[in-house]
């Protein structure tokens, strides 16, 4: 054998070694292990298909998937980082990117946020965020007692925007009150709020944006209960009908063509059981600067933020950063409840998703700090309570 070749042969026994030993490697062909490693996934998370050539789409699906978990992997792997994210088998391996888009992300969140219209109180606090120092260390508000509720899950929708909303008004409400935080009812502001305004617009289970869910609640005043009025729309387990004000023309058509008025807002949403006290009286959109993000979110409470998600349909774990995604295509809304912010280490947010406990770390992922990574830091909100 000559020297070169020898030389590139040793070299690629070199880095499979280390490849094989820091990270897992799926099969890409149709063979045994592919075909286990499909019907265990299908155990862990029950899936059932209505017939064997749904089953056969699905699994094409699921390998096409793996290539994909396979390459992130591997772009995640060039990067120097001590937690580096890893893809794989997530709840979403049997769909295509494409049909996850349509399900799960949210079409309706600004992407051109910087003509944005601000609240007034958004202004005051701009100008006191430029003047917040640089924070460092660690912080989440999944350790106070009662702050960050349990994970939700979302189904087949794209509600993320009004479940991420209710986890900033449960942590402002719990650290308001010092006691643990009800779960607010997301599926009453599905179902009431048709908001288009400037640049608040509410579509439902198909989408919506941060400013349209705090408009709403600023207008309504008070909040009610999940268990008041539970979410329902992510199984379909009801056909509610537009919300009044819906915007057929920013919206598209309503969802569901046969709609059920007794599972809709005007049925179901009584006023005389909002939480008694709770009051939101006010928005902003904050900074995008991430030290700012964070001292807002160690003073506030857990904050909501929009950010791309398309690295996050495999996501298993690990620190996100910019794979695929980027900063400008904001389609998903997920509650920040902490930070890890270190010199020289890898520096990260905490996020709660919305898309049940079985996806990510628990429910929860970790995405980089500091590099606008997704657009974490791009349409950040909170409320403000009475
Ligand atoms: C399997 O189910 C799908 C989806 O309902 C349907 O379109 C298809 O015709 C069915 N195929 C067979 C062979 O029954
Ligand atoms: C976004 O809005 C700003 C200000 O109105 C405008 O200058 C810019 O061209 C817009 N960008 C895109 C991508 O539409
Ligand atoms: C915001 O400020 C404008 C101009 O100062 C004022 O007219 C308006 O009433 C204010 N809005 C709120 C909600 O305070
Ligand atoms: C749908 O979800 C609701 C709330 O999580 C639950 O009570 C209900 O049993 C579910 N229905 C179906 C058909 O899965
Ligand atoms: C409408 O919803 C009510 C309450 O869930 C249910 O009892 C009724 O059967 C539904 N009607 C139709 C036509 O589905
Ligand atoms: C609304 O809730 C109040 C308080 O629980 C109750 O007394 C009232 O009957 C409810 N109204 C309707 C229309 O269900
Ligand atoms: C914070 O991050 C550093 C390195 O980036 C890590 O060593 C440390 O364990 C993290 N702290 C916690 C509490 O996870």
Known sequence: MRLDSMLVFMSVVVSHII????????????????????????????????????????????????????????????????MPPTFGLSPYVDLTPKEFKQRFLNRFIQSNISSRRTSNRTKSRKQRDTNSGSVTGCFDWSEVYGVVTSVKDQGSTGACWAIAGCGNIEGLWAIKTGSSSPDLSSQAVLDC?????????????????????YEFLVNEGGMLQESDYPFCVGNGSCSPCAPPGYSTLHCGPWFTPSCNVSESCSAKYNRSKFIPGLKVVDYAILSQNENSLAADLKNIGPLVAALHGRDL???????????????????HVVLLTGYNITENGASYWIAKNSWGAMWGEKGFFRISFGSEACGINKLCATGFLA
């Open 19 to 82: 490849f094989s030993q820091s990270m897992i490697e799926y099969p890409e062909e149709d063979n045994q292990h592919a075909k286990d490693l499909f019907s265990n996934w299908r155990k862990r998370h029950s899936k059932t298909y209505k017939n064997g050539s749904v089953e056969h789409i699905k699994y094409q699906t699921f390998l096409e998937n793996l290539k994909i978990a396979n390459q992130l992997n591997r772009l995640a792997s060039k990067y120097d980082s001590e």
């Open 193 to 213: 709020n048709g908001i288009f305004q400037n640049q608040a617009l509410a579509c439902g289970p198909t989408g919506g944006n941060p400013m349209a869910f």
């Open 313 to 331: 349909q495999l996501y298993t774990g690990g620190v996100l950063r910019a794979l695929t995604c980027n900063k400008y295509n904001l389609d």
